[in-house]
């Protein structure tokens, strides 16, 4: 009995076997990451089979691209050739990099599924931009080496179980034209495919999980690839551009707020806050990948994070928070610009991203130093080049010597040695003019390492670890930070970046995306909770508000101290989806001008609305934002 499948005889069996090889590694992935998804899956004949079917499909489609090159190969090689011994080498040897290729494209889908609940997205396509930091958390959080070596023995393995099927071709001859006729009609079903299909087909269901299993990781990336700047008008329900910023001029008149023109598209308003302005220094701590459950205060039990809890007790805390995005750039963007999200790749990270109306040039309005201390390589993400043209002064890990880190790994130094370069940069500036800082934290990061002795979770060991670390790391800057002349002279913000994790049932699950802010400055601050709905574009408003700072303004967030109640809502997105949270509503955004309303509610959870009022506000906050950053309006 024979056990590899009989194909063709010939050079074109070698694209059959090609096919039965990426297809079926493939659903194997899809079955072991629907049992490791396994509980949160709502569970239905149609669900299974839409997961396995619409499956299949995406491994065709990904496979008919992928073996283009070796379509052409076999098409174009001469006979001759093809039965040399030369050619018996390539061949081989190309199918032991295809096994390999296929096996640790596998790994990489499960460890990546690990980490962020998903097929390949725009983030594996960000990996592929940073191979540095990227192959270095990789290194130091994986046991890489003892991966490769066990995918070559199975693909050394994989190659001659698979020589019954590929010794044949090598001796039978497939004439030229009938191999012209095999590649034309491989070229149409291509194009067909290129024409009529898209990553959307697989989206068949309610529940976001079934429809990242059905998915195909390989094309998930390459479409992300593609799709990683989208055009608004062009993939979105909008309205007439003049409509909506008609709509959202009227959203954005708040008490204190005029806008300066009668011009429909101008968004510049002055903002008039009464009383004396308090030059104080800001301190604005963006820490990674923080989520608001992590805090006592929001219903963990784990003491992972005692400083801040009990920093909680004697700041102004906000509970009804949410991060616009999934990652740090997102965050970088609503902290600095205070816009919403727009679809695709963050204005951080985009093209004619110079001298926007920035936090940071507020702050250098007032006379203010305006930096972004970061403890990594501020090339990454491309931070140092957009904050050093949007008013920011810039330092980074370069700043540091070695015998100032204590630790560092692949994305940078320790939180710990990073706060000892913040208090080294306020502690030679504040002397000369007020600072306001912008410092953003590295340590709640895979591979989830820092410094032995610290806390006593052992590093690497998961990211409760590297959580009690970064608290720990904030709670010494506080203590150092109060011994400094300047100390009674600053506001300290405490909020995250972004959360742990985005991955829910839902597409854009609310609760995935809440985080924490603690406002910290004793002699200023009064303790207190705030309770209100806020997005993170509302945060610089917030703080300009609480110095009683009047300036002209282009930002799209609300000072929450100010704003009349009712008016509130938050912005979240992916890099495709765009939700807007407005009285327990949540309108997204999606491309092929798709809209949806849902209400939500704690009991009943996420339910079907029809929400018209709140999908027309949701179109022009997001088509304005669009807009204006296309057009130079933001400058």
Known sequence: MKLVPRFPQNRAGLIVLFYALAIGISMVVRIALLIKSWSDLDFSFLTLAGIFLFGLLSDVLS?????????????????????????????????????FLLLFGAAAEWFFWDEFSGR?????????????????????????????LVMVILSSAGLWFLQPAIRPTFTNYLPFRRRSILITAYGVLLYFVFLSFSNQYHRFSTNQYANELAGNGLYELFSAYRHNELNYDQFYASVETQQAFTTLRSLLKTPEA?????????????????????????????????????MAH?????????????????????????????????????????IPPTPGQSIVRRPNNEGLFSLGKVFQQKGYRSEYIYG???????????????????????????SEIDYENIWGVADEN????????????????????????????????????????????????????????????????????????????IVADHCASSAGKTELPIEKYHIPMLIYSPAHVQAAVMNRLMSQIDIGPTVLGLLNFSYTSKFFGYD??????????????TYQSLG??????????????????????????????NDSTSTREAIAWYQSASYAFGHGLLK
């Open 120 to 148: 390949f997205n725009f983030i594996a396509v960000d990996y592929l931009v940073y191979t540095t930091e990227v192959i270095g958390n990789i290194t130091q959080s994986y046991p890489i080496g003892w991966l490769v």
């Open 376 to 402: 990594g390589y501020g090339y990454f993400d491309n931070m140092n080049y957009f904050f050093s043209n949007n008013s920011y002064e810039v330092t980074d890990r370069t700043a540091l010597k070695d």
């Open 560 to 573: 929450i101290n100010k704003l009349e109640p009712g008016r509130e809502r938050a912005f979240i997105s």
């Open 258 to 294: 005029t806008f300066t023109s009668n011009d429909p598209m101008n968004l510049e308003r002055s903002i008039e806050n009464p009383g004396p302005e308090k030059k104080l220094n800001v301190v604005l701590i963006s820490v990674e990948s923080f989520s608001a459950d992590f």
């Open 418 to 493: 990073l706060f000892s370069l913040a208090i080294k940069n306020l502690d030679a500036h504040t002397p000369e003019r007020p600072v306001f800082a912008h410092v953003m934290t590295t340590s709640n990061h895979r591979p989830f390492t820092y410094p032995d002795g610290r806390i006593d979770i052992p590093s690497h060991t998961g990211r409760k670890g590297a959580v009690k670390y970064t608290d720990y790391a904030i709670g010494r800057f506080i203590h150092e930070a109060s011994r400094k002349p300047w100390f009674n002279n600053t506001i300290f913000i």
């Open 580 to 609: 807007y949270v407005k009285n327990n509503a949540l309108i997204v955004l999606s491309p092929q001008f798709k809209t949806e309303s849902f209400r939500y509610t704690a009991s009943a959870g996420m339910q079907p609305g």
């Open 298 to 338: 929001f219903g963990n039990k784990k003491n992972i994070t005692p400083f801040l809890d009990s920093l909680a007790e004697h700041s102004l805390l906000f509970t009804n928070l949410y991060a616009t995005g999934t990652r740090t750039v997102r965050g970088l963007e609503a902290l600095s610009l205070c």
């Open 63 to 99: 496979t008919s691209y992928a073996a283009i090159p070796l379509a052409l190969y076999l098409w174009l090689t001469p006979e001759r050739f093809f039965k040399s011994r030369a050619n018996k080498y390539i061949l081989n040897g190309l199918f032991f990099i295809i096994i």
